[in-house]
């Protein structure tokens, strides 16, 4: 058993929802509901977030996929995801097919918000975070857990329209369903440090819709731009005065071009 705690509404093609770092399902909620009027939404709670269960052996980002993919995949054989930033490159090792154990993923199609393939900037890589600014959080983990979640989630709405409602739900989905576990969040940060998914790009062949906020300063929208372009069959769009959380900030615009791009034939 994966220990992976999911949540089912509507009727349809199956779609699972993949939130991102410290949050857990509560954040799709909004999202969810509009969607559940063309699709069998299966939201779920990364490991060790919310109430799925955090397993230290299984913590690689391949083996979260694995997970994610077993409970999902118990609810219908063939799905296809929303991945929002860390649950964005969780959603492209499944939809590559790398994690062991998972067989060949029957994944329709992608929608990827304020993903990237490399979180951290590198040489080769101008769109990453600073590394001093994982690190910090890093530190900040171990010793005022809290405030660093919460300075966190006031980064993901900055400079957004409508950053203040979104702000109060992310902070509502956080307590009302259940904080992460400190070490799923210290092991988070290092696969966000040290994950690079470039390489398996080219192999991604499912449609692919990139999704960037104009305003994000956790992913830069050149990240996100840099990501659709290296995908082979992806479209970016990008929403203006949209920061780390568009599908909040900008709920009807979102729900529209996902719904849109998932009716594809």
């Known amino acids: 058993m994966s220990g992976i705690y999911t949540e089912v509404r509507g009727s349809g093609p199956a779609l699972a929802l993949l939130h991102g770092w410290g949050l ?18 299966v939201t779920v709670d990364l490991p060790g977030h919310g109430r799925s269960d955090w397993l230290p052996d299984r913590s690689s980002l391949a083996s979260q996929a694995e997970q994610i993919h077993e409970a999902v995949s118990a609810i219908d054989a063939t799905y296809s995801l929303i991945g929002w930033s860390l649950g964005g490159q969780i959603a492209l090792r499944l939809a590559a097919g790398v994690p062991p154990g998972c067989g060949a993923p029957s994944i329709r199609r992608l929608a990827l918000i304020a993903a990237t393939a490399r979180f951290a900037a590198a ?5 990453g975070a600073p590394p001093e600014r994982l690190a910090s959080q890093a530190l900040g983990l171990r010793t005022d857990y809290r405030r660093t979640v919460g300075d966190f ?28 576990r400190p070490e799923a969040l210290a092991r988070g940060l290092e696969l966000l440090r040290d994950t690079d998914l470039r390489p398996l790009l080219g192999g991604i062949a499912q449609p692919a819709l990139v999704i960037a906020g104009q305003y994000d300063r ?31 900030s900008h709920l009807p615009q979102v729900s529209a071009l996902v719904t849109d791009f998932l009716g594809e034939p």
Request: hydrophobic share 55%.
């Open 24 to 41: 857990n399902l509560r954040v799709w909620d909004g999202l969810a509901a509009a969607l559940a009027e063309r699709f069998r939404v």
């Open 123 to 127: 040489p080769d890589w101008p769109h």
């Open 153 to 180: 989630l006031e980064l993901q709405v900055r400079g957004s329209a409508g950053g203040e409602a979104a702000l109060a739900q992310l902070r509502a989905a956080l307590f009302a369903h259940g904080e992460a």
């Open 218 to 248: 956790v992913t830069l929208p050149a990240a996100s731009h840099a990501l659709a372009a290296a995908l082979p069959s992806a479209r970016y769009v990008e929403i203006r005065r949209a920061a780390h959380a568009p599908f909040l």
